[in-house]
């Protein structure tokens, strides 16, 4: 079968932003009080930190086991994924234009879910409610670039939705996305480790769109 590629280059920006430490001052309760009270003040340190850096840490990208029964108006995302460096790549609900407002927005709670490209490849198998989805942000510490409104792929509802083989290439600061049709090699991989999920739901192959 013959593959068919799609590309996608920008730019990438480097995040030199000093990092301010927070202070948390001494205590002068009772021990047992002034633990609490520390305690207390660790913890809300802790979540405001988790703010500063978007709670991406917190973000959970959820795992298909083989066979589960998905939730209503869910399908199953399948997907392989390489890069030349460890990256990562956030997926939110698509928008049709990038604003500041919806990467102020990331930035505070967070992609849907994401992604780790590394050079070895790797598929994934996500449940997620159907609906249209876009790469909205790709990460390589310390850099990074917005993807908001330049692709789109989608998820249908009761289906395996196969979206391609993505292959991430970064040189200096500037990268590419190739999205790749491997078919054949999907169906093999989820005979081997989703053989009630192939079993049971039809394949829809339906690749990311790229349009930058």
């Not at 029964?69 to 609900?93: C, E, M, Q, W, Y």
């Not at 992604?115 to 876009?134: C, H, K, Q, S």
């Not at 083989?165 to 970064?170: A, E, L, P």
């Amino acid at each position: 079968m013959q593959s068919l590629f799609l590309s996608v280059g920008a730019l990438i920006c480097t995040v030199r932003a000093p990092v301010q430490l927070l202070f948390i001052p001494p205590c002068s309760a009772p021990p047992m009080k002034q633990f609490n009270i520390c305690r207390l003040r660790l913890v809300t340190a802790i979540l405001f930190l988790c703010l500063l850096t978007g709670l991406t840490g917190c973000v959970h990208t959820p795992r298909a086991v083989d066979g589960e029964t998905l939730k209503p108006n869910h399908g199953l995302l399948v997907l392989k994924i390489s890069s030349n460096v460890k990256a990562r790549l956030g997926f939110l609900d698509f928008t049709s234009e990038s604003t500041f407002g919806n990467r102020f927005a990331e930035n505070m709670v967070g992609p849907k879910g994401f992604v780790f490209a590394t050079p070895e490849e790797r598929y994934y198998a996500i449940p997620l409610n159907a609906g249209d989805y876009m790469w909205s942000k790709i990460e390589m510490y310390p850099m990074f670039a917005w993807l908001h409104a330049s692709n789109k792929f989608k998820v249908a509802p009761n289906s395996i939705t196969y979206i391609g083989d993505i292959r991430v290439h970064v040189v200096d600061k500037r990268f590419t996305i190739n999205v790749s049709d491997r078919e054949d090699n999907m169906r093999d991989y989820l005979a081997s480790t989703y053989p009630e999920y192939l079993k049971s739901m039809p394949i829809v192959k339906a690749l990311a769109e790229l349009r930058l």
